[in-house]
């Protein structure tokens, strides 16, 4: 069963960041002592001081916003971003090993070339193998080894086949489910119970799609039919390789089983809704909802066979439940059978199919640690096919996120102690605490919340815990065994990562933990801690900078963090109460306001069709939360920034008002490039908008921003007042 880290327990920023300079890059604070845009080398990159060689300038003018990318011939009323960004977005060209690229990707080029400087050096004093450090040279120096991989061929993959060629039942099947390294049509991890915080469930979801999204399955569309065929070549190939004589065939009725699975799942939009997602059942139930399916045997090996109560995603609801959720009998329809329905399909399928079903994933799985001709046709498909990459990363950058992804907070502990300036916690923290008056303010005005429901949400905003930079404590991998076969190390990732999920089983719930590392780029809300959390290295420019002008910290980490704490009350994160429970603290009225608040927001952003002429659009239910995260949070972090300004005039800078470059800091941190495919699959499968969406469709529902640019009927942007939407 397959291990989901952080299961549907946070809720995300993002999918998922300069020339040699004369002054020293301290850190992060220095950038900002240059009053010209660097040029690049001879390769197209930018060196900076400290050595990182970037795909883009770290740039960011001499108070925090790099004008000399500003395209003026642009109104800010007809297209903001492109006013903010616009001579970027003309000339800056995606590197070819990339099918996206924008100020997370500068920073997350920054972590990785700072991370593959921490495993040099750790791995450069030949630390024990038993070690934490010694774990990741080992890791990293498998990985790299392409020699090594390439010369075992198949060799150290045929083990797992055989176990899977071993399978003579379905109690065979359901066992295998539970390995670490296999497939499964149902994926599991155990977290905090959605409405009892305070205890650890094992909870389960539909999964084992090799296709991003149910929808990828059932749309007919010819971009869709298109990936199917290719998807199915991938297949094909994969069971070519494990010696299947009848390939295609073998690959069709794979997908065939695929395409069940996804039609049994729900539709991504609606699934978000944990009214009808929380199913407490009974380990009878569980079974029962199993039919002929023998899961009992799947949860023994798992060694969860004595848990009582499982909380499980896809359980048909009733007429009732659906009409209590809100959900319409057309949406309805795009809820699949659920876990009966899988496990059915799971029972009916011939073990044959199952057999090449496995085969396949498990090659496609770990085609990264399996030959060259394995890796570049699942490259072909995942990077270039479904994401529109050219070429696919060089091997050690790879090798970095693959070491990351299993020893990341070990590597992290590192990162703080040289990349995170202990004053960025004290900034950041001040910070916080000013966004948090500013939402207080924004309540007591609130017009459309009775006074009742407020006293609630002022109680979930007094709750709210922050979490700055890194964990207290760093995990330390004892159990995780790494040797230097980098097929068995991957393997040996999941289960420690099984195993050590599993552990929390029966434990109380640790609300300490971090589901996050230090290094990452990007920032969550945990709405079962009610926790705001931001990892280190999203604590640098663009977004946070402790010698930039206020005005540019507020529109960027200012902006962040109300987007955090805008979770806590968004369409899903809003049924979430301040101690993290599943509970409605709602009256009737209000909620009804909330959803049609909502409604309108969804209708604004399914009006965004960015591709296939207009054909193609963004999700607004799929984004609502997201979206309105980006809404609270820059109205939060404009009245933050006002409320600092203490009564006082902002200076004009560079002939910008303090209020311009709130606006104009917001936009330059979504400033980005995407490749067509990669639009189209974050439009499948993403909650969140595309960037031009987050900057364009969030300013023009906030007044200040009119008055800041002088906005007037007839710009692009311009919405009547009746028409912006004000939620928090
Ligand atoms: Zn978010």
Known sequence: MKHLLMGTAAIALLAGCTPKTS??????????????????????????????????????????????????????????????????????????????????????????????????????????????????????????????????????????????????????????????????????????????????????????????????????????????????????????????????????????????????????????????????????????????????????????????????AEVPPTEAELEAAGISAEDATKLGGGFPAMFQIASDTPLDTWKAYLTAHFLSDFASVLPKDIDDANFAFYGTALRGQPEQRERWKRAVQATQGTLGEAIGKVFVERYFPPENKAEMDDLVVNLRKAMAANLEDLGWMSEATKVKAEAKLDAFTPKIGYPDEFETYDTLVVGNSALDNAIASQKWQTEDNLADLGQPVDRTRWFMTPQTINAYYNPSFNEIVFPAAILQPPFFNISADPAVNYGAIGGVIGHEMGHGFDDQGAKYNGQGVLTNWWTEEDLAAFRQLGDALAKQYSAYCPLDDGETCVNGRLTLGENIGDLGGLSLAYRAYQMSLDGKEAPVIDGLTGDQRFFMSWAQVWRSKYREEATRQQMLSDPHSPPVFRVNGVVRNLDEWYEAFDIQPGDALYLPPEERIRIW
């Not at 960011?60 to 971003?81: E, H, K």
Request: hydrophobic share 40%; no cysteine; charged share 25%.
């Open 23 to 312: 002054a020293p890059a301290d850190g992060d604070k220095v950038a900002l002592t240059e009053t010209t845009p660097p040029t690049a080398n001879a390769d197209g990159k930018f060196e900076t001081s400290e050595g990182l060689l970037l795909s883009a300038p770290d740039y960011w003018g001499s108070w925090g916003i790099d004008l000399s990318v500003q395209d003026t011939n642009v109104a800010p009323g007809n297209n903001f971003y492109a006013w903010t960004n616009g001579k970027w977005l003309d000339s800056f060209v995606i590197p070819s090993d990339r099918s996206r690229y924008g100020s997370f990707d500068l920073l997350a080029e920054k972590s990785e070339q700072r991370v593959r400087k921490i495993i040099d050096d750790l791995a450069a004093d030949q630390p024990a193998i038993d070690t934490p450090e010694g774990k990741i040279g080992a890791y990293y120096n498998a990985y790299l080894d392409t020699d090594a991989i390439n010369a075992a061929g198949l060799a150290p993959a045929q083990p797992y086949i055989d176990r899977i060629n071993a399978v003579q039942s379905l109690d065979d099947l359901a066992v295998l489910f539970a390995a670490p390294g296999f497939s499964a049509p149902v994926s599991g991890f155990v977290f905090a119970d959605d409405k009892d915080p305070d205890t650890n469930i094992f909870q389960m979801r539909i999964g084992g799609l090799g296709l991003p999204d149910r929808d990828y399955y059932l749309k007919t569309d010819d971009k869709s039919v298109e990936l199917r065929a290719k998807y199915l070549d991938l297949l094909t190939f994969m069971l070519d390789q494990a010696g299947y004589e009848d390939a295609a065939s073998e690959a069709q009725k794979v997908l065939d089983l695929e395409t069940e699975i996804a039609k049994s799942d729900w539709d991504r939009a609606l699934a978000r809704n944990p009214d009808i997602t929380y199913n407490k059942v009974s380990k009878d139930d569980l079974i029962a909802m199993a039919g002929d399916f023998p899961l009992v045997r799947t949860l023994d090996t798992m060694g969860i066979g004595g848990e009582t109560e499982f909380l499980v």
